[in-house]
């Protein structure tokens, strides 16, 4: 961490911050009074930038229908102080989750005082869009559908990508959510549940871990969940921070109350020893007790040797995960798809190019009717090429090829011996991929 930024007081405390604007909160699950609706929000506060604007405001409504509970400024953070403010609601019965609306712009002028945490909430949307076809993309459906005639009418931009293709899909990410969702929980109130603001840390001060780590933790039971490669990670925390692997169905542990000794050394002012742990170094999350990682390029997670343990030292460039992920069945499509393209589309500048050296060489009367006679052979092979990359159907491949069988051999008896072979050679290679791609198409049934 940068040594210009103060410490990050709530992390401290087991309490994940998220920062909105200029500020960073934490909020407890609500504990509502069983027997009717007073309840006691707990919101941690730190601010993230300075100066910080003047004024700031809070806004608490139902998750579900928005519904408005209370609203008002929140108290000063000036001087880099951390609050834990006890602010009273009154809940109907029905209120299952509140979300807290925090209204405070970052100034121009302001500096950054404390690390962000924006980074850690980015997540990728469930709704997508298609992507919107470029003009270059248009272009080159007209020039395909001009070429190709008939073949071009039988498959309409409707018809999209090739039966059990998924479209392709830009998933747009979003930053943060737009407030801290906090859950409603019935329970009696802790004698630390008071209305008002206390003052937890500020500048210069000795941070009192055990006090408010034993208070939280007799409300809440201070929940942490502990990764597989055995880094231990704040509760609600979405991936390790050793290893970047999923928490999802990690395991809970109650984290004893930290003593004066466990506090920051940042907070302290004093440099620990630090002694040479499990944890300083990075593990790979399937086998823990192997040292010797390596961190994948593509995912960024660590995999060790014993993943990939049929595989050649020089052939472990990925995780396995990765690896598994390029052969699957639409990787492979796309790839097979991509690849016949690339043949015709050889096919038609091996054509062109055959003209152009033709009409070279030529003494006739009229040499540009050996390069236009080529054009005319070359577009087909383009418009092919084009199906193949807008539809990614099979039928279009086998067009292709029973087209370059029919134009190899009558180039090969025709005299162009070199043209008719490499055309052959390519409609053989392109027979082998389609074969390939039928076998995606339709996996073989398991016997039993």
């Not at 409707?158 to 737009?178: K, V, Y």
């Not at 472990?316 to 589309?345: W, Y």
Request: hydrophobic share 45%; proline share 10%.
């Amino acid at each position: 961490m940068d040594e210009s930024l103060l410490p990050d007081i709530l992390d401290a405390l087991g309490r994940q911050p998220r920062e909105f604007g200029a500020v960073q909160l934490h909020v407890e699950p609500i504990r509502r009074s069983p027997d009717g609706t007073e309840a006691r929000a707990v919101i941690w506060l730190q601010a993230a930038f300075t100066p910080l604007p003047p004024s700031t405001s809070l806004r608490v409504v139902d998750a579900t229908t928005r519904r408005e509970v209370r609203s008002g400024s929140l108290p000063s953070l000036d001087g880099g102080k951390v609050l834990r403010w006890v602010l009273p609601l009154s809940l109907e019965a029905d209120v299952k989750e509140l979300l807290f609306l925090l209204a405070a712009p970052v100034p121009e002028d302001a500096t950054r005082v404390r690390p962000p945490w924006r980074l850690f909430d980015t997540l990728e949307q469930v709704e997508v869009q298609p992507v919107a076809r470029p003009l270059s993309s248009t272009l080159l459906r007209a020039g395909v559908f001009a070429s190709t005639g008939v073949l071009a009418i039988t498959l309409p931009p409707s018809t999209g990508l090739g039966p059990g293709e998924p479209r392709t899909r830009r998933h747009a990410a979003r930053a943060m959510p737009e407030g801290f969702v906090a859950d409603v929980t019935p329970g009696p109130f802790t004698p630390d549940s008071e209305p008002g603001g206390t003052v937890i840390w500020e500048p210069g001060q000795t941070l009192d871990t055990a006090r408010w780590v034993e208070a939280t933790g007799a409300a809440e039971g201070l929940e942490r969940v502990r990764c597989a490669c055995g880094a231990v990670a704040p509760r609600g925390a979405e991936f390790c921070p050793r290893c970047l692997a999923s928490l999802a169905g990690a395991s809970r542990e109650v984290s004893p109350p930290v003593s004066d000794s466990d506090a920051l050394p940042a907070v302290i002012g004093t440099p620990p020893v630090e002694e040479p742990t499990e944890a300083t170094t990075a593990r790979c999350p399937r086998h823990p007790r192997v040292e010797e990682v390596q961190t994948c390029p593509r995912c960024g997670g660590f995999f060790c040797e014993a993943c990939l343990p049929e595989a050649l030292a020089s052939e472990r460039t990925h995780c396995a995960d990765c690896l598994a992920r390029e052969k699957e069945p639409a990787v492979l499509r796309r790839a097979l798809f991509r690849d016949l393209a690339f043949i015709q589309c050889g096919v038609a500048v091996l054509n062109l190019v055959m003209g152009l050296l033709s009409t070279m060489t030529s003494s006739e009367a009229e040499p540009l009717a050996g390069v236009l006679g080529t054009v005319c052979f070359a577009t087909p092979f383009l418009g092919l090429a084009g199906l193949l990359v807008l539809t990614r159907s099979p039928i279009v491949g086998w067009v292709a090829f029973a087209f370059a069988t029919l134009f190899g051999l009558a180039a090969f008896f025709l005299g162009v011996h070199l043209l008719g072979g490499v055309i052959l050679v390519s409609a053989v290679i392109s027979y082998f991929q389609l074969s390939k791609l039928r076998t995606l198409s339709n996996p073989p049934t398991p016997t039993v």
